[in-house]
């Protein structure tokens, strides 16, 4: 039930607070941090039997940069304007530039902020494309230094990793409900949230909830803060905001419903860009740029030495199915620890039967590698422009990959090679102040992380999910915080 509850309805209140956070992944335990810090008491709904969400089982990547202690030590100059630049570009069409400005502006501060939770990073760089690197490397490039962006802005790394191999969101999460438990922040688990309350004036003052079973009410004097992840997992809002994601796998938790944005939206609240996705196309970067991305059609679309996600979406839209293509030599000079179980499908002496055995049209691939090999031997790539270090003629034997095949911990099992989440939700201003359709502020409702749109246009960057919804998290519970 999403609609809202009056509290003069209101038969019992079973727990009261100044702040009601509900959801306890990174956006909620900043905003529940932020808000005990200021000196309100803050309890945290959770319907899950304990922290993380989809927060802990992420990578872990963090996106900050103008100048961090890491980048320093690597020897990178970087500044909130050249890392404004870059976002603007990668986030958008149409990033929110206020919320991006503001991010960027307080990029130091929020990295300082995380090492104050007991979080390090190593100083050191993991510099090739990955969607996850299986070292300890404390940075990570995510597209900087690949066309068009490093025409836009200076190449500068910004993916900042916990010091843990793999993946790392486990690390940032258990730090960071170290820190509410530690600052005296009250957790509910295995409570789930079903409406908002509403007092006769319109302001948001709590709400009803699902304990074991039972209906319970909760009410805060000064703010409910809603940090509940996006819809990824609700088959009735994708068909309605985000069909592009119909059919495929999931990133999330399992949880991400959409309730939130349900029930500020009952309310009268605004949501903001509910068809922006990510995806991710479990073609294996190590592969991609050392060999090439071709269509169904045998064709490249893309310079694969972009940001994974980049090329995920340019494949999402291609006629397909798309194929990782290499050699030999490209194969044999990746590196163990990159090639997460993944094995080419098809193996051939020459390009007409690699075509046929992809039933690709007769001398398309053909085509495709001829002329790439003409410009790859000059350092070149006019088509799409990759980088000239990953820039060689292809030769034969060759091989294809079968990105519908997975890899890591799903390697060899088939679908459709794409698995994603929503970027779109709640409209907030930079404080987390929710917004009504008429562009005023909700009373008492804020948001950040997931159930919001956040800094995020129809681009995407690994580590502006946990960046955006900590960096806004924290401001949520703040202004929460002060009533």
């Not at 929020?110 to 007991?118: N, P, Q, R």
């Amino acid at each position: 039930m999403t609609v809202p509850v009056r509290l003069a309805d209101v038969a019992r209140v079973d727990h009261e607070t100044d702040v009601l956070v509900v959801g306890l992944g990174c956006a909620g335990g900043a905003a529940a941090l932020e808000a005990r810090r200021t000196g309100a008491e803050v309890v945290v709904l959770e319907r899950a039997s304990g922290a993380g969400g989809s927060s802990a089982q992420s990578g872990g990547e963090l996106y900050l940069g103008g100048g961090t202690r890491v980048q320093k030590a690597l020897g990178y100059d970087d500044d909130p304007e050249n890392m404004f630049a870059y976002l603007l570009a990668a986030l958008g069409p149409h990033a929110d530039e206020e919320k991006l400005r503001l991010y960027c502006a307080g990029s130091l501060e929020h990295f300082d902020w995380f090492c104050s939770l007991g979080i390090d990073f190593e100083e050191s760089l993991y510099d090739a494309p990955s969607w996850m690197p299986p070292t300890r490397d404390g940075l990570m490039w995510l597209g900087e230094n690949a066309w068009p962006f490093d025409q836009i802005a200076r190449p500068v790394p910004r993916g900042h990793r916990p010091s843990t191999e793999g993946f790392g969101g486990w690390l940032l999460m258990d730090r960071l409900t170290a820190a509410c438990t530690e600052a005296g922040v009250e957790t509910h688990t295995d409570t789930r949230a079903t409406a908002l309350v509403v007092d006769d004036a319109g302001r948001v003052v709590g709400v009803t909830a699902r304990r074991f079973g039972e209906d319970v009410t909760y009410l805060a004097r000064r703010g409910v803060v809603l940090t509940t992840g996006g819809f990824v997992d609700n088959e009735r809002m994708l068909r309605n905001h985000a069909p592009d994601l119909l059919g495929h796998d999931k990133v999330s938790d399992g949880l991400d419903d959409g309730s939130g944005i349900e029930m500020a939206a009952a309310l009268g609240a605004a949501t903001r860009r509910m068809a922006a996705v990510e995806v991710a196309y479990t073609a294996l970067p190590a592969m991609a740029v050392r060999g090439m991305l071709v269509n169904g059609l045998g064709r490249r679309f893309v310079n694969e030495d972009v940001y994974p996600g980049v090329y995920s979406h340019a494949a999402l839209h291609q006629p397909g199915p798309c194929w990782v293509i290499l050699d030999e030599e490209g194969l044999e000079s990746i590196p163990a620890q990159d090639l997460w179980g993944v094995r080419p499908t098809h193996a051939a002496e020459t390009l007409e039967e690699l075509e046929e055995e992809l039933a690709m049209p007769p001398g398309s691939l053909r085509d495709t590698v001829a002329a790439y090999n003409e410009h790859a031997a000059r350092g070149e790539d006019p088509y799409f422009h990759k980088n000239a270090r990953w820039l060689r003629p292809l030769t034969g034997p060759f091989a294809a990959v079968d990105p519908r095949l997975g890899f890591g911990t799903t390697a060899g099992q088939e679908n459709t090679g794409f698995r994603g989440f929503t970027l779109g939700g709640l409209h907030t201003d930079v404080d987390g102040q929710v917004l009504s359709v008429a562009g005023a502020p909700v009373p008492g409702l804020y948001a950040a992380g997931r159930a919001t749109s956040g800094i995020h246009g129809h681009g995407y960057v690994s580590g502006t999910s946990l960046g955006d919804g900590t960096f806004f998290g924290r401001r949520a519970g703040r202004t929460a915080a002060a009533g």
